[in-house]
């Protein structure tokens, strides 16, 4: 496929056909995502291909219980898990976690995501990552950056096979649960969970910004770009 079209039409897919995905598909994904980039070329990723139904269900369980988390934030009209949320805030978002529950359908992504046709957990070794904003006195994100371009790069592969899929980073509220159930190294943390499969339907039109919404000239407050 052309390139263009990856990169504008790779949208979330979260509900799959049943089809089986031939692990020598998944593995050409895989080859194909290696390439990405990182910091130092450190390649800090490690993937567990998930097969066995008890681990994929405990997984499964620990990601409902975050989403629930995730969806008490949205009723509470907050951005979930924002750095930058108060501890006020936070604990609203907590306090309807009820609400959130009675809104779980049996057949949401979240409560069906064990069973997607293949399930990769996304781990990265701490130490091996170039993480140049950790001395300063706030949230840390560059780290993220040694990991993620990988695992977009997954998700254009599997684009490019017939394949759609999402990642996902709540289950890492769960992050010790998972660590254990997965043998993950003390020095490792679960960066994403990604489910992939046939599409059931593929999005065809992306939302997204508009370059002049985001993109401005000389200051964050200069001029919008608008590329004339
Ligand atoms: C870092 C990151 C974390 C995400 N975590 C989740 C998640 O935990 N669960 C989920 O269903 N989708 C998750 N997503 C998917 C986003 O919701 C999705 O990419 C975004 O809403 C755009 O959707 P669209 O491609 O359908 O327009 C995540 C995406 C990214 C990039």
């Given at each position: 496929m052309e390139l263009r079209d990856a990169l504008r039409g790779t949208g979330a897919v979260r509900k799959f056909l049943p089809d089986y995905v031939d692990d020598a598909v998944l593995f050409r994904v895989l080859d194909d995502a290696r390439f990405g980039p990182s910091g130092g070329n450190r390649q800090a990723w490690h993937v567990i291909v998930l097969r066995d139904v008890a681990i994929r269900e405990a997984l499964g369980a620990l990601y409902l219980d975050a989403w629930h988390d995730y969806v008490g934030h949205v009723l509470e009209g907050l951005v979930p898990f924002s750095p930058l949320a108060t501890d006020d805030e936070r604990s609203l978002a907590t306090s309807r976690r009820g609400d959130a529950i009675a809104l779980s359908q049996p057949d949401g992504f979240a409560e069906t995501?064990?069973?997607?046709p293949v399930l990769l957990a996304v781990s990265v070794d701490l130490g091996a990552?170039?993480?140049?904003?950790?001395?300063?006195?706030r949230y840390q994100i560059v780290g993220g950056a040694s990991v993620y371009p990988f695992i977009w790069n997954v998700l254009l592969a599997a684009h490019e096979y017939g394949l759609g899929g999402v990642m996902t980073t709540v289950a890492t509220r769960r992050e010790p649960e998972v660590a254990q159930l997965l043998r993950l190294p003390a020095t490792h943390a679960l960066a994403a969970v990604v489910a992939l499969g046939r599409p059931e339907k593929r999005p065809t039109k992306l939302t997204r910004k508009r370059v002049d919404e985001f993109v401005t000239v000389d200051r964050y407050d200069g001029e919008a770009f608008t590329g004339q």
């Open positions: 995501i064990a069973s997607a990552l170039a993480a140049t904003d950790r001395d300063l006195d």
